[in-house]
């Protein structure tokens, strides 16, 4: 079935730092694409970062949305079933409810977290 847990949202002052966590279990981390998104209020849901899966020499790749850019990043423990989104620089417009989405290289199969709440003040 697969379970996704997220964690490390809260509160904090404009141009600090959070790192989210996102931990899987159930089903094979490693072959799987992992993706940061997150909701505003009144907008719809976004990506922010993706990290690919590693293969036989091709190692992992990230993408960014234009606004996470140098701000942002992420990255994957395979041997934790983890994936993290370091966050720092953080404004006002960054906050949302961040979701992490697993997606599988082989099957397509994928699964959400139920979110993380990141509040960042002014």
């Known amino acids: 079935q697969g379970r996704l847990v997220e964690s490390g949202g809260g509160l904090v002052q404009s141009g600090g730092s959070l790192r989210l966590s996102c931990v899987g279990s159930g089903f094979t981390f490693s072959v799987c694409a992992l993706n940061w998104y997150r909701q505003a209020p009144g907008k719809e849901r976004e990506l922010v970062a993706t990290?690919?899966?590693?293969?036989?020499?091709?190692?992992?790749?990230?993408s960014y949305a234009d606004s996470a850019k140098g701000r942002f990043t992420i990255s994957r423990d395979d041997a934790r079933s983890t994936v993290y989104l370091q966050m720092n620089s953080l404004r006002p417009e960054d906050t949302a409810v961040y979701y992490c989405?697993?997606?599988?290289?082989?099957?397509?199969?994928?699964?959400w977290g139920q979110g993380t709440q990141v509040t960042v003040s002014s």
């Open positions: 989405n697993v997606v599988s290289r082989i099957t397509g199969w994928t699964r």
């Open positions: 990290i690919t899966s590693s293969i036989p020499s091709a190692p992992a790749t990230t």
